[in-house]
């Protein structure tokens, strides 16, 4: 296997006092979670606020704090609130939905912050949808991915079955 670099990007300094402000306003410890780009900042953010942030190594990521693809094992954390650090969506309604916890996506760079809540139940709501119409069709597709964790065709059925009944009439 080839391994390639990862070029860490900046980030605003304004990152710090925002995390710390999240931490203040809850009781326990903030669980951070990020991509591949962001792990130096997760560790620096451990760093910085010690045992006030938890950061839990994913089964298929090489960092602490790491989702990876449709992994979210290492937003698996005691907290109740969990800081995603990154840009996009996918990771942090990924996490919302695969933990329950309240997630705030926070974009190092330009210092975005945005609850997923509504938009992890705009995804869920866009998926039943899908299930819906795949549910009336006489035919329907199922694209797997081809990389590890993704492409799992021996349970390709069972799962498909599955989320079809799980739709309430």
Same mark, same amino acid.
């Given at each position: 296997?080839?391994?390639?670099?990862?070029?860490?990007?900046?980030?605003?300094? /304004?990152?710090?006092?925002?995390?710390?402000?999240?931490?203040?306003?809850?009781?326990?410890?903030?669980?951070? &979670?990020?991509?591949?780009?962001?792990?130096?900042?997760?560790?620096?953010?451990?760093?910085?606020?010690?045992?006030?942030?938890?950061?839990?190594?994913?089964?298929?990521?090489? =960092?602490?704090?790491?989702?990876?693809?449709?992994?979210?094992?290492?937003?698996?954390?005691?907290?109740?609130?969990?800081?995603?650090?990154? /840009?996009?969506?996918?990771? *942090?309604? =990924?996490?919302?939905?695969?933990?329950?916890?309240?997630?705030?996506?926070?974009? *190092?760079?330009?210092?975005?912050?945005?609850?997923?809540?509504?938009?992890?139940?705009?995804?869920?709501?866009?998926?039943?949808?899908?299930?819906?119409?795949?549910?009336?069709?006489?035919?329907?597709?199922? &694209?797997?991915?081809?990389?590890?964790?993704?492409?799992?065709?021996?349970?390709? /059925?069972?799962?498909?079955? /599955?989320?079809?009944?799980?739709?309430?009439?």
């Amino acid at each position: 296997m080839k391994l390639f670099k990862v070029n860490q990007l900046s980030y605003s300094e /304004d990152v710090f006092s925002i995390i710390e402000e999240e931490i203040r306003s809850e009781s326990g410890k903030v669980g951070v &979670i990020t991509n591949a780009q962001f792990l130096k900042l997760a560790y620096e953010v451990k760093k910085r606020f010690k045992d006030r942030v938890e950061l839990k190594r994913g089964r298929l990521a090489r =960092g602490l704090g790491q989702v990876l693809g449709c992994d979210f094992s290492a937003a698996r954390v005691e907290s109740r609130k969990l800081i995603f650090l990154g /840009d996009g969506l996918f990771h *942090p309604i =990924g996490a919302r939905i695969s933990t329950g916890k309240e997630v705030l996506s926070l974009n *190092p760079v330009t210092c975005e912050q945005i609850n997923v809540e509504k938009e992890a139940e705009r995804f869920l709501k866009m998926r039943f949808h899908s299930i819906f119409r795949a549910k009336r069709s006489n035919s329907f597709g199922v &694209i797997l991915g081809a990389m590890r964790g993704q492409f799992r065709m021996s349970r390709r /059925d069972e799962y498909v079955m /599955d989320e079809i009944s799980e739709v309430e009439w």
